[in-house]
């Protein structure tokens, strides 16, 4: 296809003062290269991406000529270059500004500051499901409730953050089963949320069989919502979330009807969790998806339960078996989009969002610098506060290492810049981490200390035998295959990547 | 509205000066005395011989860390002052093939490295220039 | 098509160097506001003494002995309560400077510009040209402070500098309650004194349109026929949002821009996100469009389609995008809701062939000067139509926010501390 220029040149010259674009041309190397990284992507393509994660695809020859400073101005990867700000030229300072204002938007989550509060309710639960890592206590025990000082507390702490937008999660155990505390955590943050005037948002994270009319009225009016697991048809969830008097599928798939008839179809989320049963039940747990009547879902990674399990030949293996998994629903995703069911998937949305836009994006797992903290925090029923969830599942099986604190006994500031927080975050960043530094999907990545300390004993881990990296790297490289193969598939991706 | 901690802060300040100190890279660099100390010259099969005005140390650990899942890499000194890759495992076996496949994509892997310390060098003053200004609030072009 | 200029015929008029009045058509007027206007006369309407002249249509001039009395072709018999003009004596002129009753009034404020668009229907005079300010000035209090919006446009009127902020003050304190729209290149807000003093200066309602042709330099340099041009633009509009300045981005479709507007698009949304608008124009063929049009001429039936994947682009990122100029057979149907009924009164008209078409009364119709160069697409709708199409920009809707970890941040960076 022609350039612009090409198409211009076609036609007769302009006439008198004005000039014909051969005026308008860049002379040869009269470029300068932008900061950018490349990775091998297959074959001869090489993936090219900038400080704000725009991306362009190049051969190895053009890739040499690009550093080379030979490029030819009349090509059309050098028009592309520019406009996606891997070169520059002339003498003004417009690229770099652009770029700025670009890293900058990026890293607004680290300005806006924790949003996400994870409260931990109660310990008691009435499921045994076999990846939950909370020593969860039978239903009665009401000493693992936490106390409404504990409450008040934590929520001086949340009203601390400078963030205008706060999300108030209830976890468990089965959080509904302390909804006294609920009620007076919900109504405590709006009474103060009155002065402060925030976005207060609240998600009760819940298996719904507690799901009562009383809790449902008090969810009326007010920004309320319930996330509930739904890990598949009714044998492969009930496989991995048993309970006493079991089927814990309909409790889920009725609790999600009662909310949406009672507040709205809105109201109610649901997320899988994935584990070997899952594998080969890729299209079989969308189709659940689709009969629960939700728009999307997110493709969580296999849940590492055993952090104790350090060989590296397992992993990896879990890791090509979950891709596997991934990629197969994901095309089955496709496939659906394109006969005309809207549906999306939540992990691959979210990856687009950070190729495709300048906007930032909040998932605490996939943050650079890490989202622990930064993003979200967790406070334990005991006041024990800590970095992330997972922190605290490396906690109850006695490790420590990302206990912040404790709400009775220390300030804000003590646990915001505990050592058990700054020192993974900063040692953790990409853009000082091997392999990391310089790879080209960094911009899409993130650094995930937890996850690196419970398996290498390192916050940062080698990457190179990291099931973190290795998932990650999978996904980057099948989701650019997939936009550059298919038009209508990069369509639909760049749908999901901006709404 | 809260303070915002120093916490970002460090974090931000981390992120403009990319550090990659030889240590944390794993890798040894060790002179050749006479032979190499506890192992015969015959054992030592397959290496590269680089020339270390062309292919810097980094270029060449950074190498070996990204290949760690198929080989295992000891980088030296030879005695007239070059640079010795030897490749003391092949994961994906032990024939001359699998040696020789693993020397190309060595090299392959090590000319992208070269290419990437190009960059940045060239890339520096304008990668600190942008980060400067977009951790801070202040305009490039202006007041 | 509405003509806003004419040769007359006066007498009794004092002046000897052109004059602005207001006029009205009401004979009842107490004589406190009677002696500044003139009278504007139809048929055998009444002309009682006091005003300040009077002005007939297609006969001769005729009012109270001694007044000054004017006289106009039929062709300006558009005239009426509360427009503006400019009589010239010497020359014997008439010219419409304001109509009360268009949506469209855009005051030309200089001729002078730093671009030179291989486009221009306005092309630039080099000349000083202050007198034009000066009679703009002057015109602002005679302006209906009712009056919606008001449009400035050039040349460039950055170029005026502190005398358009002067401008800019006059008519924020003579008509508060007027929307304005000015048009500009942008590159004298790339420094930052001159766009936060522009800042300080602008009514309320206010948005500025700059236009970009390209998503890189050497296209859009093309188009306006100066180097540096595009980086200039783009740091002005940088700094306009710092500043607070609301902006709308153009882009004239015309060959060479086209083949590239979804890329232009990718442009926008990735850098300039944070535009308050996007409005796509089709080409008005008079000035330098014309003598260039060989070169420059794009057919809208042949870019239908990077004009769909332009506007999916925009409309996705939640930017308002309006298409102008084109006519509804020329579209394709899926953007009918993103075309607004644009061309201005004074410059419309509809072909002998349009006469018929059941869309009529949605469509801009097409440029007077467009006989000049049409699409091959222009044809009537003959079928009914069943449902009111709604030519008007329609807010783009706003999605359900995601309830999963992931959340929405849309805050745009780069808006100062």
Redesign the interface.
């Known amino acids: 296809m022609h350039t612009p220029h090409q198409a211009l040149a076609d036609r007769s010259p302009f006439k008198g003062k004005f000039s014909g674009p051969s005026a308008f041309v860049d002379k040869l190397q009269a470029y300068r290269l932008l900061p950018f990284d490349f990775e091998r992507l297959d074959g001869d393509r090489y993936f090219l991406t900038n400080m704000a994660g725009e991306f362009v695809l190049a051969s190895r020859p053009e890739l040499q000529q690009i550093v080379d400073c030979s490029l030819s101005p009349v090509d059309r990867l050098y028009a592309e270059l520019k406009a996606k700000h891997f070169i520059e030229s002339g003498n003004s300072l417009a690229a770099p500004e652009l770029l700025a204002v670009k890293v900058r938007t990026k890293a607004d989550f680290i300005r806006r500051f924790t949003a996400l509060h994870m409260f931990v309710v109660t310990l008691r639960c009435d499921h045994s499901c076999q990846y939950c890592q909370v020593s969860r206590q039978s239903e009665d025990r009401i000493a693992f409730d936490m106390s409404k000082d504990t409450a008040a507390a934590a929520l001086d702490f949340t009203f601390k953050s400078p963030s205008p937008q706060i999300k108030i999660e209830f976890q468990g155990g089965e959080s509904l089963l302390n909804f006294d505390l609920i009620r007076f955590i919900v109504e405590e943050a709006e009474a103060r949320n009155s002065i402060c005037g925030k976005d207060l948002q609240f998600v009760a994270a819940s298996n719904l069989v507690p799901l009562s009319d009383e809790i449902l009225s008090f969810a009326e009016g007010r920004p309320f919502y319930f996330s509930t697991s739904l890990d598949g048809p009714r044998d492969l969830h009930n496989r991995n979330r048993p309970r006493p008097g079991g089927d814990s599928h309909n409790f889920a798939r009725t609790g999600i009807k009662r909310v949406r008839d009672r507040l709205g179809i809105a109201r109610v989320s649901a997320l899988m969790t994935t584990t070997a049963d899952s594998l080969a039940r890729a299209t079989d747990i969308v189709d659940e998806y689709l009969d629960a009547g939700f728009t999307g879902l997110f493709l969580r990674p296999l849940s590492p339960y055993g952090f104790a399990i350090k060989t590296r030949q397992y992993y990896n293996y879990q890791v090509d078996q979950w891709l596997e998994f991934y990629k197969s629903a994901l095309s089955y995703i496709i496939r659906l989009n394109e006969s005309g069911v809207r549906f999306q998937e939540y992990y691959t949305a979210l990856i687009l969002r950070k190729m495709l836009t300048p906007h930032p994006t909040g998932y605490v797992d996939l943050q650079n610098p890490s989202g622990i903290g930064i993003s979200a925090i967790v406070f334990n029923y005991n006041g024990k506060v800590f970095a992330s969830d997972e922190a605290r599942m490396l906690a109850e099986m006695d490790d420590e290492r990302f206990a912040l604190g404790n709400l009775t006994q220390n300030t804000y500031e003590e646990i915001m810049l505990s050592p058990n927080l700054v020192d993974p975050i900063q040692v953790s960043v990409l853009e000082s981490v091997p392999m990391c530094s310089d790879c080209a999907f960094r911009p899409y990545c993130g650094s995930d200390p937890v996850f690196h300390y419970a398996t290498t004993g390192d916050f940062v881990g080698h990457k190179k035998f990291s099931p973190f990296c290795r998932r990650h790297m999978g996904m980057f490289k099948h989701i650019i295959g997939l936009m550059e193969s298919s038009a209508s598939t990069r369509e639909l991706f760049e749908a999901w990547a901006w709404n | 509205?809260?303070?915002?901690?120093?916490?970002?802060l460090?974090?931000?300040i981390?992120?403009i000066?990319?550090?990659?100190p030889a240590d944390?890279?794993?890798c040894e660099i060790l002179p050749l005395r006479n032979g190499f100390a506890g192992m015969t010259p015959e054992t030592r099969e397959h290496w590269l011989e680089l020339d270390s005005t062309v292919y810097s140390v980094e270029a060449v650990a950074?190498t070996a860390?990204?290949?760690?899942?198929v080989g295992v890499f000891q980088i030296e000194h030879s005695s007239t002052g070059q640079l010795r890759v030897v490749i003391q495992k092949c994961s994906a076996g032990d024939t001359m093939e699998c040696y020789a496949h693993l020397k190309r994509e060595f090299l392959t892997e090590l000319t992208?490295q070269l290419?990437?310390e190009?960059?940045?060098v060239?890339?520096e003053a304008?990668?600190n220039?942008?980060?400067a200004?977009?951790?801070s609030?202040s305009?490039?072009?202006?007041? | 098509m509405i003509v806003l200029s004419a040769k007359i015929a006066h007498s009794g008029v004092t002046a000897t160097e052109p004059f602005l009045a207001r006029c009205t058509d009401n004979s009842e007027l107490p004589r406190a506001l009677a002696k500044k206007q003139f009278l504007v006369l139809h048929d055998n309407s009444p002309a009682p003494p006091g005003f300040l002249g009077y002005l007939s249509f297609g006969q001769d001039a005729r009012g109270p002995v001694g007044s000054q009395l004017v006289s106009a072709p039929v062709t300006v018999s558009h005239l009426s309560e509360g427009d503006v003009i400019r009589i010239n004596p010497a020359k014997s002129e008439i010219r419409v400077l304001y109509r009360r009753g268009s949506n469209q009034n855009y005051l030309l404020v200089t001729e002078r510009c730093n671009n030179y668009c291989v486009m221009c229907s306005q092309p630039p005079k080099p000349a000083n040209d202050d007198y034009i300010m000066d009679e703009l000035f002057e015109l602002i209090p005679l302006v209906d402070p009712n009056t919606v919006e008001l449009g400035i446009t050039g040349g460039e009127p950055t170029l005026l500098g502190e005398r358009l902020f002067s401008f800019l003050r006059h008519i924020r304190c003579y008509l508060p309650r007027t929307a304005v729209h000015m048009l500009s290149n942008g590159r004298r807000f790339q420094e930052s004194a001159f766009a936060s003093a522009f800042a300080k200066a602008i009514p309320k309602d206010f948005m500025v349109g700059i236009p970009i042709y390209g998503d890189e330099a050497n296209l859009h340099d093309f188009v306006v026929q100066a180097h540096g041009a595009f980086d200039e633009t783009v740091l002005g509009i940088l700094n306009l949002k710092r500043f607070g300045v609301r902006v709308e981005i153009r882009v004239v479709l015309q060959k060479g821009v086209v083949e590239r507007l979804p890329e232009i698009a990718e442009f926008i949304r990735r850098n300039l996100l944070f535009v308050d608008r996007v409005a796509l124009m089709g080409l008005e063929t008079i000035g330098f469009a014309r003598a260039n049009i060989d070169q420059i001429w794009a057919d809208p039936i042949d870019y239908g389609d990077q004009l769909k994947k332009a506007v999916v682009k925009l409309d996705s990122a939640r930017i308002r995008t309006s298409i102008y100029n084109h006519q509804l057979c020329v579209l394709p149907k899926e953007l009918w809701r993103f075309s607004v009924k644009s061309i201005s009164d004074w410059k419309n008209e509809y072909l002998d062939a349009c006469r018929v078409c059941t869309r009529l009364g949605d469509c801009g119709g097409v440029f007077s000067s467009s006989p000049f160069r049409l699409s091959r697409g222009i044809k009537p709708f003959l079928e009914p139509i069943h449902s009111f199409v709604d030519n008007r920009v329609v807010p783009v809707g706003v999605a359900e926010p995601l309830l999963s970890d992931g959340c929405l941040s849309g805050v745009p960076a780069g808006r100062g501390s």
Not at chain 2, 17 to 20: D, G, H, L, V
Request: proline residues 2%.
């Open positions: 509205m809260g303070r915002i901690p120093r916490t970002h460090i974090v931000l981390r992120l000066a990319r550090t990659t944390r890279w794993k950074k860390y990204r290949l760690a899942d992208d290419l990437r190009r960059i940045a060239q890339t304008r990668r220039l942008i980060l200004h977009a951790y609030s305009s490039l072009s202006g007041s």
